[in-house]
T-cell receptor, first 114, second 115 residues
Framework: AQSVTQLDSQVPVFEEAPVELRCNYS??????LFWYVQYPNQGLQLLLK??????LVKGINGFEAEFNKSQTSFHLRKPSVHISDTAEYFC????????????FGTGTRLLVSP | ETGVTQSPTHLIKTRGQQVTLRCSSQ?????VSWYQQALGQGPQFIFQ???????GRGNFPPRFSGLQFPNYSSELNVNALELDDSALYLC??????????????FGSGTRLTVV
């Protein structure tokens, strides 16, 4: 069985400050990992994904994440946030072979204030 | 390239009623998955359809059922609604079964409220 844990339910940060949103996964098989963003009253938008290869993955809107197999982590980072980054962020994973269903974490609300 | 369209956007139903939610997949996508997102939670996988057949199912009771049509649009049906069914229901399409690396495109969801 797979599980995804997001350790922080809410992360407050000031505009232009760096931010890290934490995600840990548990799986007995190799996985693909994703980060999605959800703005109010909207669906999920893919920020970035890790499939294989380089452990540092760059996504849209200046976000990046690093896959760390030994620590089973896939933390999301941005060096300088904007007010418009205020949203809910979800980490998700699925096995990389066989039937693939996305398993989501509970989400982290990023609150950016001026 | 059109995205994933879901209808209706909002719905209020009474406990015990039945509801049908609809989803139009992104052009070229033949696989659709449905997720339930309760308030303050992450999305939970309900089931997936590939070429009109159920391809996998999450931990949801049989009163949650679905259909996929030849044009790859899809329906989610929920019978005997319960208060706990109140949630945002998300549809996601992808370009093939077991092709998560190609990515999923999510719709904006249907907000179902059961009273």
């Amino acid at each position: 069985a797979q599980s995804v844990t997001q350790l922080d339910s809410q992360v407050p940060v000031f505009e232009e400050a760096p931010v890290e949103l934490r995600c840990n996964y548990s799986s007995s098989v190799s996985v693909y990992l994703f980060w999605y963003v959800q703005y109010p009253n909207q669906g999920l938008q893919l920020l970035l994904k890790y499939l294989s290869g380089s452990t540092l993955v760059k996504g849209i809107n200046g976000f990046e994440a690093e896959f760390n197999k030994s620590q089973t982590s896939f933390h999301l980072r941005k060096p300088s946030v904007h007010i418009s980054d205020t949203a809910e962020y979800f980490c998700a994973g699925c096995r990389n072979t066989g039937f693939q269903k996305l398993v989501f974490g509970t989400g982290t609300r990023l609150l950016v204030s001026p | 390239e059109t995205g994933v369209t879901q209808s209706p956007t909002h719905l209020i139903k009474t406990r015990g009623q039945q509801v049908t939610l609809r989803c139009s997949s992104q052009s070229g996508h033949n696989t659709v998955s449905w997720y339930q997102q309760a308030l303050g939670q992450g999305p939970q996988f309900i089931f997936q359809y590939y070429r009109e057949e159920e391809n996998g199912r999450g931990n949801f009771p049989p009163r949650f059922s679905g259909l996929q049509f030849p044009n790859y649009s899809s329906e989610l049906n929920v019978n005997a609604l319960e208060l706990d069914d109140s949630a945002l229901y998300l549809c996601a399409s992808s370009s093939g079964r077991d092709r998560a690396e190609h990515g999923y495109t999510f719709g904006s969801g249907t907000r179902l409220t059961v009273v």
